[in-house]
């Protein structure tokens, strides 16, 4: 199972919203916002904090039925259960933030996290996953040459005097490079001519070293979620962003 949260940050803008926000937040989480020294940055980083608690409970409560329906006794009792508490998070292989569930779950729950601009996404899964947005900027022509494969330029290339174009492919590129960065540990570099993002939005671009989820949370953002193909091959060929309410994850907290 594998879901894709997304939450834009404007609302987060407000100080009061952010105080407010701030105090709901964890003890680790305000440390990581003091040191930025950015009101964007800060804002981002709380974001992302409320959301993965968001994406777990919902993650959390999906899974646990899902569980119980696979039950041949049809108990929930009998399923494994995820703690209903957000566990603590440690750092995995290869520095990759990772839940430190306990011992009697033996169910797999994996997250990513990525931000740019004014979104903050969150990926939640039962297998391992890298996620990355992307906000369309200007091509650099320098990060073209260096780091994209022949294919891969020819994507950004299509798009031909539309700079719009141009900056969607390549900020779709990017997000799949970064995503699978996060997925594997390795560098950029290290991932020249490995993979190929799709040519239409929302399509899948699957290969030999990865499956590729992505599409546009608005004109201006690109997302792009990766993970192994082995442990994908129950998962949809496309994937929809849950766009989390402003109001509903800064104000209310009815999760």
Same mark, same amino acid.
């Given at each position: ?6 939450? $834009? ?24 916002? /003091? ?52 566990? /603590? ?14 011992? /009697? ?100 671009? $699957?290969?030999? $070293? ?46």
């Amino acid at each position: 199972m594998i879901r894709l949260y997304a939450v $834009n940050i404007l609302p987060l803008k407000d100080e009061e919203c952010f105080e407010r926000c701030y105090m709901r937040s964890s003890k680790k989480r305000q440390e990581k916002a /003091d040191v930025l020294q950015m009101p964007s940055d800060k804002a981002r980083c709380i974001a992302a904090g409320l959301l993965l608690e968001y994406a777990y409970e919902k993650f959390r409560i999906e899974k646990t039925k899902e569980l119980a329906n696979a039950n041949s006794f049809g108990y929930a009792q009998n399923a494994v259960r995820f703690p209903e508490t957000m566990p /603590d998070i440690t750092e995995g292989l290869r520095g990759k933030p990772e839940f430190e569930m306990p011992e /009697d779950c033996d169910a797999e729950c994996h997250f990513n996290l990525s931000h740019s601009g004014n979104y903050v996404i969150c990926v939640m899964a039962d297998f391992e996953v890298g996620a990355d947005v992307q906000r369309r900027t200007r091509v650099r022509e320098s990060v073209l040459q260096r780091f994209f494969s022949e294919e891969e330029k020819k994507c950004v290339e299509a798009g031909g005097e539309d700079d719009v174009l141009r900056e969607r492919a390549f900020a779709k590129v990017w997000a799949c490079k970064e995503a699978a960065t996060k997925l594997t540990g390795r560098g950029i570099g290290q991932l020249l001519g490995e993979m190929l993002p799709a040519e239409k939005e929302g399509d899948n671009a $699957n290969g030999d $070293n990865y499956r590729i989820w992505q599409g546009m949370l608005d004109e201006d953002y690109a997302w792009a979620v990766v993970s192994y193909p082995e442990a994908a091959t129950d998962e949809p060929e496309v994937m929809e962003p849950v766009i989390v309410d402003g109001g509903e994850l800064f104000y209310e907290r009815k999760f």
